[in-house]
Structure formats: structure tokens, C-alpha cells
């Protein structure tokens, strides 16, 4: 089992950036594949990221690409969320997610472990 804990989530100015952070503890974090999702009120909790156990592989979603960066440090157990250009819409909830049973998830059930959310905030 893994706990996640996430950090770095804020207020920023539209075009701005931020850095979201997420530590694992309990059993090590390069035994996961790892995922960032999101989440506004009244909505389904919409994947972002996610990136491989070694970290040679990163997928994003398509309103993200060319603005968000997954990466991870697996001596650090830790995986972070590189955010720039930020929008207005970027403002939600953002989780941290751990899977030890799929390669190439993208959906929420497909992930077993979640973080507790860190808000970021984009004004406009």
C-alpha cells in the first residue's frame, strides 16, 4: 500500500505557473505508475497525466500538452506536476493517483490509490 500527499497547489495569475508536488510513503513509489486528475464541483475527476514506473514514458491530456509536465524522482518518491500558461479553466482540485495494476491507465477506476487534493487556483 502507498499513502500520496501532494503540495504546492495556489493562487496564480492567468499565464502564470506553478509546481505541484506529490510524496509517496509506505510501500516505494517506483513500484507505481503514476497519475495527476483533476477536479471542479459537480464534475467527474478528469485525468491529466500519468507516467510510467521508470519515468521514460509521460502521456497528457490533450487540453494540457505543451503547457503541463509530468515527471518523477523515484530516489525522492516523488512525482511532480510542471503547469505553465496557466488558464482560468486550469482552476480546480488537482489529485495525485498511484497504480500498480495497469501500464497505460487513463481513468479514474483504473487507478487504487489517491492523494487528498492540493487546490490551484487561475485568475483571469
Known amino acids: 500500500q502507498v499513502q500520496l500527499v501532494e503540495s504546492g497547489g495556489g493562487l496564480v495569475q492567468g499565464g502564470g505557473s506553478l509546481r505541484l508536488s506529490c510524496v509517496a510513503s509506505?510501500?516505494?513509489?517506483?513500484?507505481?505508475?503514476m497519475g495527476w486528475f483533476r477536479q471542479t464541483p459537480g464534475k467527474e475527476r478528469e485525468f491529466v497525466a500519468r507516467?510510467?514506473?521508470?519515468?521514460?514514458?509521460?502521456y497528457e491530456t490533450d487540453s494540457v500538452k505543451g503547457r503541463f509536465t509530468i515527471s518523477r524522482d523515484n530516489a525522492k518518491n516523488t512525482v511532480y506536476l510542471w503547469m505553465k500558461s496557466l488558464k482560468p479553466e486550469d482552476t480546480a482540485v488537482y489529485y495525485c493517483a498511484a497504480t500498480a495494476r495497469r501500464a497505460f491507465p487513463t481513468t479514474a477506476a483504473e487507478f487504487d490509490y489517491w492523494g487528498q487534493g492540493t487546490q490551484v487556483t487561475v485568475s483571469s
Open positions: 507516467i510510467s514506473r521508470t519515468g521514460d514514458s509521460t
Open positions: 509506505g510501500r516505494t513509489a517506483y513500484s507505481y505508475v
